[in-house]
Nanobody, 112 residues
Framework: QVQLVESGGGLVQPGGSLRLSCVASGSIASIFVMGWYRQAPGKQRELVAAIANYGRPNYAESVKGRFIISRDNTENTVYLQMNSLKPEDTAVYFC??????WGQGTQVTVSS
């Protein structure tokens, strides 16, 4: 059983940046797809970005060109670099492994 723990969320002004981290308790090398999802109040959880062990990352249209997902299998960590943040990016961000393993989430609030 792999446990995922997110960190790096917080309050940031519009146009600012945050870097989220997701650390796994075990190896993520065998997890095919690691992803970041988000859920805003009153909305469904949505995919933000995903990265497979091999292949190009995949991004939601709303974050393309602003967010970058990366994974380090040696450190069992997945990152989400978020730039040019907008108020509509405000949500709880969750890390997922193959949509089987889920973290508890980290709050991101974009507000002036």
């Amino acid at each position: 059983q792999v446990q995922l723990v997110e960190s790096g969320g917080g309050l940031v002004q519009p146009g600012g940046s945050l870097r989220l981290s997701c650390v796994a308790s075990g190896s993520i090398a065998s997890i095919f797809v690691m992803g970041w999802y988000r859920q805003a109040p009153g909305k469904q959880r949505e995919l933000v970005a995903a990265i497979a062990n091999y292949g190009r990352p995949n991004y939601a249209e709303s974050v393309k060109g602003r967010f970058i997902i990366s994974r380090d299998n040696t450190e069992n960590t997945v990152y989400l670099q978020m730039n040019s943040l907008k108020p509509e990016d405000t949500a709880v961000y969750f890390c997922s492994g193959d949509r089987t393993y889920w973290g508890q989430g980290t709050q991101v609030t974009v507000s002036s």
